[in-house]
């Protein structure tokens, strides 16, 4: 990326430890990111879901682009889902999806598969162009996918 960038990384907090990998390897790919993130390292103790969704909302907006982890746990999981849909909602949000490591396309949640600009693999300079606004749509083995034909209105 030619400049800074203020992401959100939508996922699990099984996958923590993914979040930290991510985000190290954009910066050695040249990424500079500034991410607003909830992780153990950041965490939200808020038990009310009205709450935790005002802290989501809050930095979803603050937040450019949009980066979802596609684990095993992430698919039907509902705060992904609704970060999700709360991100769709922003015309200039960019919503990316990303492989992790050894998952499968059974993974995919559905609100990335509707919504998202890009779906790539687990590779900095791939999730960089995707952030970047290559729309590129990958399987989690690197293969091309299928072109998407689904319609990306906002509401």
């Known amino acids: 990326m030619t400049d800074s960038s ?16 991510l985000k190290k390897m954009l910066e050695r790919d040249g990424a500079e990111i500034c991410d607003s993130s909830i992780t153990r390292e950041t965490p939200n103790k808020a038990k009310s879901p009205d709450y935790i969704k005002k802290i989501l909302a809050d930095q979803i907006r603050w937040a450019g682009k949009i980066v979802v982890i596609i684990s095993p746990d992430t698919k039907n999981h509902p705060w992904v889902d609704w970060e999700i849909e709360y991100a769709r909602k922003f015309e200039n949000k960019r919503i990316v999806g990303v492989w ?15 919504y998202a600009n890009a779906v790539v693999g687990w590779s900095g300079q791939k999730i960089i162009d995707a952030l970047n606004g290559q729309d590129n749509w990958t399987e989690p083995d690197g293969r091309q996918s299928p072109i998407q034909s689904i319609p990306r209105e906002r509401c």
């Open 100 to 114: 992790a490591p050894g998952t499968t396309h059974d993974d995919m949640p559905d609100g990335v598969r509707d």
């Open 6 to 21: 203020n992401i959100f990384i939508s996922h699990r907090h099984e996958d923590d430890a993914l979040v930290d990998r």
